[in-house]
């Protein structure tokens, strides 16, 4: 079983940077594609990046391309989202979820078997 443990929202400024970091339990990190959700009030969850567990792939939805950066330390059991000029359409719930071991990286949330409880982001002045 895999615990993933978010933390790092708060509420920033249009403009503003936050980072969020997800640390998972266990010893299969290193081997497990990871990703970042987010879910709006009265939206459905929708992906936002992802990365795969071998070196070098991630994915990241088209609103948040060149402004959000993932990243993963796998002697840290750690995945990172650098989240620059936020948005007031940032602002919502993110998640952290994990694949099962050699799962390619994905954007559907039902390919992902573990799930962080959620860190609010709130983007606004």
């Known amino acids: 079983q895999v615990q993933l443990v978010e933390s790092g929202g708060g509420l920033v400024q249009p403009g503003g940077s936050l980072r969020l970091s997800c640390v998972a339990s266990g010893r299969s990190f290193s081997k497990q594609a990871m990703g970042w959700f987010r879910q709006a009030p009265g939206k459905e969850r929708e992906v936002v990046a992802g990365i795969a567990w071998s070196i070098g792939n991630t994915y990241y939805t088209n609103s948040v391309k060149d402004r959000f950066t993932i990243s993963r330390d796998n002697a840290k059991n750690t995945v990172y989202l650098q989240m620059n000029s936020l948005k007031p359409e940032d602002t919502a719930v993110y998640y952290c979820?994990?694949?099962?071991?050699?799962?390619?990286?994905?954007?559907?949330?039902?390919?992902?078997?573990?799930w962080g409880q959620g860190t609010q982001v709130t983007v606004s002045s």
């Open positions: 979820a994990a694949r099962s071991i050699y799962g390619s990286i994905s954007i559907g949330a039902d390919e992902y078997d573990y």
